[in-house]
């Protein structure tokens, strides 16, 4: 079993931050890329950022120089900074991870169950 376990979102006013974890564990071979989606009612889920196993990062347009993604390979674990937050930024944010699984020939993607992200004031 692998499972994909999301913290740190929460009600937040503009202009402020908050730091989102997802920490994978289970029985885990190796990790390769993990990210961060998010969805809001109505719109269809879009990539907010991912990083390769390596460190290299991708980030969305809309998230470019407020949004950090990193990671900790030691703790199977994937951040987002999320800084000078928008109302627009409100969704729910789901984290993932590209896992090959003991005993698996392949990896495939794993979800967080997702966590709320509101920014209001």
């Known amino acids: 079993q692998v499972q994909l376990e999301e913290s740190g979102g929460g009600l937040v006013q503009p202009g402020g931050s908050l730091r989102l974890s997802c920490a994978a564990s289970?029985?885990?071979?190796?990790?390769?890329?993990m990210g961060w989606y998010r969805q809001a009612p109505g719109n269809q889920r879009e990539l907010v950022a991912d990083i390769s196993r390596g460190g290299s990062t991708n980030h969305a347009d809309s998230v470019k120089g407020r949004f950090t993604i990193s990671r900790d390979n030691a703790k199977n674990t994937v951040y987002l900074q999320m800084n000078s937050l928008k109302p627009e930024d409100t969704a729910v944010y789901y984290c993932y991870a590209n896992i090959k699984r003991l005993y698996s020939y392949l990896s495939r993607d794993y979800w967080g169950q997702g966590t709320q992200v509101t920014v209001s004031s």
């Open positions: 289970g029985s885990i071979v190796s990790i390769n890329a």
